[in-house]
């Protein structure tokens, strides 16, 4: 069941990077919609990573 799981959040980070590829050469509507929120999720990802990291520095470094 966990396999399924990531094989379908891999299908959809492929499909996405698709999106954002063909939206680049100036694809359909829709293509530039996916595009448009795959890069969005991206980007909340990246945000979370970051705020991650700084919340642990700033624990390590308050125990000292």
């Known amino acids: ?12 980070a492929i499909g996405g990077c698709v999106c954002v590829v063909w939206a680049e050469r100036g694809g359909p509507r829709w293509v530039r919609a996916g595009a448009a929120v795959t ?5 909340l990802v990246r ?3 970051k705020n991650r990291r700084r919340g642990l520095n700033g624990r390590t470094s308050g125990d000292d």
């Not at 069941?1 to 959809?12: E, K, N, P």
């Not at 890069?39 to 980007?43: D, F, I, M, P, S």
């Open 1 to 12: 069941m966990i396999g399924l799981a990531l094989f379908g959040v891999l299908v959809l």
């Open 39 to 43: 890069l969005a999720a991206g980007e």
């Open 47 to 49: 945000r979370s990573a």
